[in-house]
């Protein structure tokens, strides 16, 4: 029997189509490690995170108060922050962000971060839930 060989089609996406597809990754990424704040409701498992404080609905929002806490971020193992400009993400589970900044769904913008929509002019790298023990 003669064998078939199907013709392979190679699909280039333009690039800003390609570029949509790989925020959809990232927002999916985050959102599946975010806890709280109309994500996940659940207690998250014990391990770092960050965390984000003192929310805003505009970046121009004047405060009475301190603002509201956003979601918890993680578990992660390491966070690179450069220059207040980019973040990167490395979860526990082993997924990880590339760079962030510009237009992504978590990035810095001006002196706070944005993420889902608010901007939070405080965040902390934390450990949640019960310590390993020694």
């Known amino acids: 029997m003669p064998s078939t060989t199907l013709p392979v089609r190679l699909i280039h996406l333009p690039p800003n189509l390609a570029y949509l597809c790989v925020q959809a990754e990232l927002q999916q990424l985050l ?3 975010s806890w709280g704040c109309g994500f996940r409701s659940l207690s998250p498992p014990p391990g770092m995170y960050l965390t984000l404080h003192h929310g805003r609905h505009a970046k121009d929002e004047e405060l009475d108060d301190w ?3 956003g979601p918890r971020i ?3 193992d390491w966070a690179h922050i450069t220059y207040l400009d980019s973040i990167n993400l490395g979860f526990s589970d082993g997924g990880e962000t590339g760079p ?3 237009a992504d769904p978590l990035r810095f913008e ?3 971060l944005f993420y889902a929509g608010c901007w939070y002019g405080d965040w902390e790298i934390q450990w949640l839930g019960a310590k390993p023990a020694a």
């Open 74 to 76: 993680g578990p992660i």
């Open 31 to 33: 959102a599946r490690h």
């Open 100 to 102: 962030m900044y510009g």
């Open 110 to 112: 001006q002196d706070m």
């Open 67 to 69: 603002g509201f806490d």
